[in-house]
Structures are given as structure tokens and as C-alpha cells.
């Protein structure tokens, strides 16, 4: 079975920083695309960053720059530094991948942005 863990949510002020981390069993890890999502309140879930088995990346326009994703594949793990965090990035973070044809959803880790 494929699953998917998310941690490292919570609450910060505007500016300050998190790593978030997502843990994959039940997957040959190291050939898999990996990506990151969010869902703010009231609105669709939209993509973060994506990163490929050879560890290309690509970003949301609203978080490059500001944003790094990678992966460990000896731990089997992806990860999405967030830096320069801004109220506007209050949401749940997914992590996802696809198996089989199908996506795969973490159950997601609250990060809130706030004074």
C-alpha cells in the first residue's frame, strides 16, 4: 500500500521560514515523480513545486524564488524549504505522487502565516 506522510506545518510569522517533509512507503521511491500541492480555505487545490525521478523542478509562479523542493531517495523522502513566507501561503500542504496511473494524497500539514 502507498502512503504518504506529511510533517513540519505550523504556525509563522510573515517572512520567517519552514521545511516541510513528506515520507513515501509502499513505493519504489527513487522513480517516482514527486510533488507538492496546497489548499487554502475556499479555494481549489492548486500545484506548489513538482520534482522529477532525475530531480528536475518546477514552481508556481507565486512561490519561485522563494521556495526550494528535493528529495532524498536513500530516505525516501521529499521535502519543500519555504522561505520569505507570506500570509498569502496559509494552507494545507499535500504531498502527492502517482502510482499506477492514479494520484496518491498525503493527508496534508496545516502551515499558517500570520502576525
Known amino acids: 500500500q502507498v502512503r504518504l506522510v506529511e510533517s513540519g506545518g505550523g504556525l509563522v510569522q510573515p517572512g520567517e521560514s519552514l521545511r516541510l517533509s513528506c515520507s513515501a512507503s509502499g513505493i519504489n521511491f527513487k522513480i517516482h515523480p514527486m510533488a507538492w500541492y496546497r489548499q487554502a480555505p475556499g479555494k481549489e487545490r492548486e500545484s506548489v513545486a513538482n520534482?522529477?525521478?532525475?530531480?528536475?523542478?518546477n514552481y508556481a509562479e507565486s512561490v519561485k524564488g522563494r521556495f526550494t523542493i528535493s528529495r532524498d531517495n536513500a530516505w525516501n523522502r521529499v521535502y519543500v524549504q519555504m522561505n520569505m513566507l507570506k500570509p498569502e501561503d496559509t494552507a494545507v500542504y499535500y504531498c502527492?505522487?502517482?502510482?499506477?496511473?492514479?494520484?496518491?494524497w498525503g493527508k496534508g500539514t496545516l502551515v499558517t502565516v500570520s502576525s
Open positions: 502527492n505522487t502517482i502510482y499506477r496511473g492514479a494520484n496518491v
Open positions: 520534482i522529477s525521478s532525475s530531480g528536475s523542478t
